[in-house]
Each structure stands twice: as structure tokens, then as C-alpha cells.
């Protein structure tokens, strides 16, 4: 079962407007302009594991001051 999101009026569509944002990311970085004949199916989902760690560890964004996702949160206190 899915709950939305009740921290604040309008916080669920942030969440769909975010998720759809990653999502045609990962579409046009990883998924289109591959020849994706013969990739078995352990090999994809490995693929794109190695993808979604480079998209959360190491990918640099102008928006967190050129700093990936996880050295911006963690210069925030915020990572584990």
C-alpha cells in the first residue's frame, strides 16, 4: 500500500514532478542510443545499478554547486 505524502498541500505532485524528472533522465543517459542486442537481463539490471550509482554518488550538478548529490548532502550533515 502507497501513502501520500502529508507534510504539506501540494507535496505529492512535487514527488511525481521529481520522479518523473529522474526518470527521463535515466531514459535519455542510459536507456536510448544503446545497442541493446544481447544483453541478457543480468546484465542490464547490473548496468543499471552501476547507473544509478554514479547517478547518486558521483554525478555533478551546477544546482548543488558542482558537487554530486552525496557530497552536497553530506556537506549539509544530512548524509549517513
Do not use: H
Not at 53 to 60: A, I
Amino acid at each position: 500500500r502507497m501513502a501520500g505524502c502529508v507534510c504539506a498541500i501540494g507535496c505529492f505532485y512535487i514527488s511525481v514532478i521529481t520522479c518523473e524528472g529522474f526518470f527521463g533522465r535515466l531514459k535519455n543517459e542510459f536507456f536510448y542510443y544503446r545497442d541493446w542486442g544481447g544483453v541478457t537481463v543480468d546484465s542490464f539490471m547490473e548496468m543499471l545499478n552501476e547507473y544509478i550509482v554514479f547517478y547518486n554518488e558521483r554525478r555533478k550538478k551546477q544546482s548543488l554547486g558542482w558537487m554530486s548529490p552525496r557530497q552536497y548532502r553530506s556537506s549539509k550533515g544530512l548524509a549517513a
